[in-house]
Every structure is written in C-alpha cells, then in structure tokens.
DNA sequence: ATGCCAATGTTAACGGCGTTAACTTTAATT
DNA sequence: AATTAAAGTTAACGCCGTTAACATTGGCAT
C-alpha cells in the first residue's frame, strides 16, 4: 500500500497511536473517534474500515497496555525468592503508578467485560502469567508455604492490583508522598505467606 | 411545595432514586439525563434546577454508595479481634459484589476525581474510618503486631479493594465459585499481621 | 496492458447526548 | 394584592457514534 490523497495507508497504525497515546495523557473518555479523525487528516468513517467501533479500539489500546505491562513484569531480574516477589509486586504497582490512565482502561471495567473479546482474555492472562510463575517459583522452592497456588496468586494480585488502585485515584498517598508504601505493603503479606519453621500449619 | 401540573414538587428525590436504580442495574454509564427526564415525565433541562449537571448527580448516588457501605460494614458485630477483622474483610467484599455497579461507580476514578467534590470526599472517609476503627481495635489490644496504622490499613484495604474489583471484573472466581476464597485470602494476610505470641495461636 | 474487484476512502444524514438561553407558570413573601 | 424567587417549559447549539450510499484506487487475473 502506498500514500496517495485519497488512501491514507496507514490508518490503522496511525489512529491507534494517537488514540494511545491520547488515552495516556488524558484517558479513555477524552477518546472521541471524530476528534481522532479530524486530528489525523480523515473523515470519521474511515476509521470504521480499521475498527468494529470505539469499543473495539479501546480494546487493542487495552491489549497493548498489558502487553507492556506483561513485558515490565518480565523485567524484573529472577533472585532469591523473597526479593523476585517483592521486587515483582512493586513492578506492578510501579507500572500502575505509572501509566494510571492505560492501567484504568485495562482494569476498568466499565468497558469491556470480560469474555467478550478473546485477544483481550488473552493478553491479560499472558500478563498475570508473569506474576503466576513468580509465586509458583517461590512456592515450588519452599520458600513460602505449601497452600493451593491459586490462593497465593489471587492474594498477591490482589494486593498489588488493589494498591494500585487506591494510589492512583488518590485514596492513598503515592509514591512520592510515602516511596516505601507499596515495600512495607507488600512485605507484610510475604510475612504471612513465608514457611515458618515454627508456624506452619494449614489455612482454610 | 405541593404537587401541580406545573411543579413536580419531589423531582430531587425522586431523580436521585430512579438514577440510583438505574445505575445498580446497568452502571454509570447507562445514565442519561435526558432519559431519566423522559421516565420522570419531566423537561431534560427541570433536571438542572436540582443538580448542576451530570457530573453531580452521579457524585449523589456515589455518597449514597458511601453511605451504604458504611452501614454495611457498622453492622458487623464486634467480637474477637480475628473474627471482628476477617468479618469486616468479609462485609467489604460482599458489598462489592453485591452493588458492582455502584461500587464502580463508587471507585471508578473515571469520573469524580477525589479532592474536587468535599462532601463525596468526606462521605469516602467516614466508610474507610469504620475500617481503620477496627483494625485500630485489633492493634491496641495487642492482637497485631506493633506497626504503623497507616501501613496496615492500608494493607487491609488494599487487599479487600483489589479482591472485590478482580472478582466483580471476572478476573477471580466469584463468590458463587469459590465462596471461601475470600476468607482464605484475608486469613492469609493477618498470618503476617498477627503477633506471633501463644495467646494468639488459638483459632484457626 | 487492461479490466475488474476488493480495499479504503468520501459526503450526507440520523438519532442521541449534555447543556444553555429565553420564557412561563406557580409558590411564597411582603 | 403585588412582587419576587423557584421550578418548570420550548428551542436550539454543538458534540458524539454510527450507517448508508457513493467515489477512488491498488493489486490481480486475464
């Protein structure tokens, strides 16, 4: 395909990165289809030649925000266990903290619910694999204490995902306002979730 | 004020009540001013006379959220510190999953951003304080370890927070899946918060 | 090379929305 | 009884998502 008056050529690529980048900066409700075709030179219909409708746009906008965050998580360095599951929870929150805006459209809930768009499903789930692996590894080596992965993993992402919440709509004070927050935080939960040698028994 | 063919005469009341069903059924985003005129029977613009716009009557309905989860979470009985705390945990999340869409429209963060409406502010705190208040109890009778409020609090709500929004987005199993999940999730985290003296090793 | 077709643009229009301006009716006050 | 303030009305503006109908163009089969 190539650049003529008529065909742009690049619509699709163009009309997600602006609208990406409109939603970081001023989120998903400042999204206009109009307002995006005006400001990249189209006529408000072609965008619909790329895109179901505005739903499914902010769908791959979704998609791109956790495949990010899915990378960003990935980032963080394998170590002893404790610091791989603090260091990947403060990731977490780090990424949130940092992209509040993607992180609302991802999580948001308002629009699209889940099971309706399986590419959707799936990059979150790829995303969360992340933080799964990271608490199986701890558990598999010990270092935490033998109860059913998926308790682990729904506490931790609870934790993190409800922290990041909270500090970005600014229940809570940020990053700047209290840096070790999300540290004391997350240690706190691990001291629960660590193989005592004394205090091992089993929880419901 | 009496009623006439002119003057509603309750059109405040009966707006905010017909608005707030509309929003535990179908969410935020399904309220249209000009709609809810129509059902009421009333000029899109009479609704101005009693909120400044739409903006406004939402931040009513999410008081009124507030107000309910407060009383929600009043009513759990006080008793011993680890059964007054996992309760407390408990209440919290049930609401969420009760009132999804008023919870999210409660904590959506899309609209009504916290420090720009005092009495929506203030209407947040009083429900948060019935949780701090009881986490307060649990420390001061020594039950806890001896660590900052503010850190465990914030723990705390995190923690509930981000189970009760994962579990009404469909990321976790609901309570109709897994109705013990939630309490073994709270269970988890006291593990770390409890002072590990013997008195306190009682009930498990 | 040419003719066709699918892809990708266009303009025009529909219905809905939040909101405001200007006016009217009624209730309350003096 | 006259006046004023409260609480309705209609009409209109400018935005929105979306669709229908039409126009242009690139690429492919002939």
Chains 1, 2 share one sequence.
Do not use: C
Request: hydrophobic share 45%; glycine share 8%; charged share 20%.
């Amino acid at each position: 395909m190539v650049r003529t008056a008529y065909h742009h050529g690049d619509l699709h690529q163009q009309a997600h990165a602006l609208a990406l980048s409109t939603v970081r900066e001023h989120g998903d409700q400042a999204i206009s289809l109009r307002a995006l075709a005006k400001q990249i030179g189209v006529s408000p219909p072609a965008l619909y030649r790329h895109f179901a409708d505005r739903e499914s746009l902010l769908a791959e906008l979704a998609i791109s925000g956790f495949d990010a965050l899915r990378l960003r998580l990935r980032k963080v360095s394998p170590t002893a266990p404790r610091q791989a599951l603090i260091g990947i929870g403060l990731a977490y929150v780090a990424f949130a903290q940092e992209e509040p805006n993607l992180y609302r459209l991802m999580f948001g809930g308002r629009v699209l619910p889940r099971g309706t768009h399986p590419r959707l499903d799936h990059a979150g789930q790829a995303a969360f694999q992340v933080l799964e692996d990271t608490v199986d590894r701890a558990r598999q080596s010990g270092f935490l204490k033998p109860m059913p992965l998926a308790l682990m993993t729904a506490t931790a992402w609870s934790l993190v995902h409800g922290l990041s919440l909270l500090t970005i709509d600014g229940h809570l004070p940020d990053a700047d306002a209290e840096p070790r927050l999300a540290e004391g935080i997350t240690s706190l939960l691990l001291e629960g979730a660590i193989a005592h040698s004394d205090n091992n028994k089993d929880l419901p």
